[in-house]
């Protein structure tokens, strides 16, 4: 849920002047996307998001992201694309932020994740890192294995409180990470993110991806092992191999897995519960319990680690 | 901001069966309203709201609601038509709570009020009330006078935290007006919460009042007396009779005031003053700094109260 900006009626009547989309009859805030404020914006010519990027969004990074989109919106994705002002620009400013509209998808995240919504995640996903191969600009993962023993120091002192032994346990996997984290796999434009809530349904048919503002320059392979993270653990937090081999199977119906990236994949799965858990764990120590933001309990994702760890083969994850 | 509830998207199907408004396309949770959680339901059919209701409201109170808005809309105010289902019913279940279906509005509510927005709030609100004359449900105001003190002595031990000698001036104010509160005006129904986020506007034109949600059975005179608090003191707490004169005089072009109601003014703009301020100041008490829901600042309305106080006429109100 997140308005964290008012944007003022004149504001935006004069924000809008710079675009050939019609006049607005209702623009209100929604509960969408964590980082920025998004509004659902409806005009004589149909319905737009505008998204207002706040702190935790690098200005600089813009053009990375935008550009993505409208690159992979060009190609048949079916993301938020890019709308572009008279002067050709995306990115322009709203109320003293970074501003851009961008097209309305279609579609409601699945509340309940079934097998049904694996299948098509993962042929999305694969679809994703095709269209992504010729995408011109870069931009790092500023999440990847270097990153997370810094963010785990800012937390070091705090951890044992939320689980006893976490301290050891994270810093004994980060040393097996560091050491053993795979490099030379195949890499291209990541989407980094693609949890239940930014995957549209409709009638049973993935309709559209959306929240790119993770998207980096990664091992495509993480990407997938981030999907088995995010699409095939149950609420008890048990692995449902049935949802990862519909996930694995339909994303190389697209395109297939190397040898070196399947050999890979046990060790990603490993880091990519590792960083959403220490992601979780530095929103848990440094965020009030009352907070705007609702804290997402970081031992979830020490369970999703732990049957990582446990995973002798990929015969784990139905492969 | 307000979404307290998750929708499943398979509850809002079977929802939505009972409705004869096509099928969902996109479903979003919108920060409008305090105290209810409001989705923006787009369908095959067109745009919708659908309001599940929380806790604050009294589930034996949404049938006058839900009753009122039809009956004014289908008088010609524009305000959400709670849209009927297969059964006949507006009103039903969702996620656990109880739910139902209006007519989205289109239109923007103004973020910074100006003289032109506060003769066509008058002129609707008369409407209004005109509109409200034959509607047969009664609700008796559940924040009028004699509500005012339980409210108060809830607050009494913090109140001279919040502003030095708060007890004894608000001691004093309630002891006046349970003396002198007006009584015997012509009354009906009013909207009691007519502030500038329950009102719409379109291309400088009224399109739309929402959110009756404290609507209910009182001095008609009483709610010009919210609105004059609502729309016409300045972000400095000065009091802006232009404002006041636009809003009075376009009232009366539809419902002149009788002269009781004239009389009665000042004293009713304290209570009104005073009816917010012990509600803002019960929730500044009571809910944490960091809470979802952000606290209003009670002294706001200690200063409208104590220009009403001062008004010695109505000429203060630019009558």
Chains 1, 2 share one sequence.
Not at 22 to 32: L, T, V
């Amino acid at each position: 849920m997140a308005v964290y900006t008012e944007v003022g009626d004149a504001e935006l009547e004069a924000f809008l002047a710079d675009y050939d989309i019609g006049e607005a009859e209702a623009f209100k805030g929604i509960a969408e996307g964590v980082e920025n404020s998004n509004f659902l914006l409806t005009t004589t010519r149909g319905q737009y998001i505008v998204t207002l990027y706040e702190k935790r969004v690098d200005p600089k990074d813009l053009p990375f992201f935008l550009g993505l989109m409208g690159h992979l919106a060009a190609r048949g994705i079916n993301c938020p694309q890019p709308i572009h002002g008279r002067d050709g620009k995306a990115l322009r400013q709203l109320a003293g932020k970074p501003a851009a509209v961008t097209s309305f998808l279609h579609g409601m995240w699945p509340r309940r994740i079934a097998v049904k919504h694996c299948g098509p995640v993962g042929e999305a996903l694969a679809r994703l890192h095709l269209a992504g191969r010729d995408f011109e600009l870069k931009r790092p993962n500023a999440l990847s294995v270097a990153d997370w023993r810094p963010l785990f120091e800012a937390s070091r002192a705090d951890a044992d409180s939320v689980a006893e032994g976490l301290v050891r346990e994270l810093d004994a996997e980060l040393a097996f990470l560091e050491a053993e984290w795979p490099r030379d796999l195949p890499s291209g434009v990541i989407h980094a993110d693609l949890f239940n809530d930014n995957v549209f349904f409709l009638h049973d048919r993935l309709s559209g991806l959306i929240d790119f503002y993770f998207a980096c320059n990664d091992a495509l392979a993480y990407d997938v092992a981030i999907c088995l993270n995010a699409w095939c653990f149950e609420p008890d937090r048990s692995f449902n191999t049935t949802k990862a081999r519909a996930l694995l199977q339909a994303y190389e119906k697209v395109r297939p897995l190397e040898s070196a990236e399947r050999q890979a994949l046990p060790r990603l799965a490993r880091g990519a519960s590792l960083r959403f858990l220490l992601t979780r764990l530095y929103d848990w120590i440094h965020t009030p319990a009352t907070a705007l933001v609702k804290r997402k309990d970081p031992l979830e994702y020490l369970a999703y680690l732990r049957f990582h760890r446990s995973a002798s083969s990929l015969a784990s994850y139905g492969l």
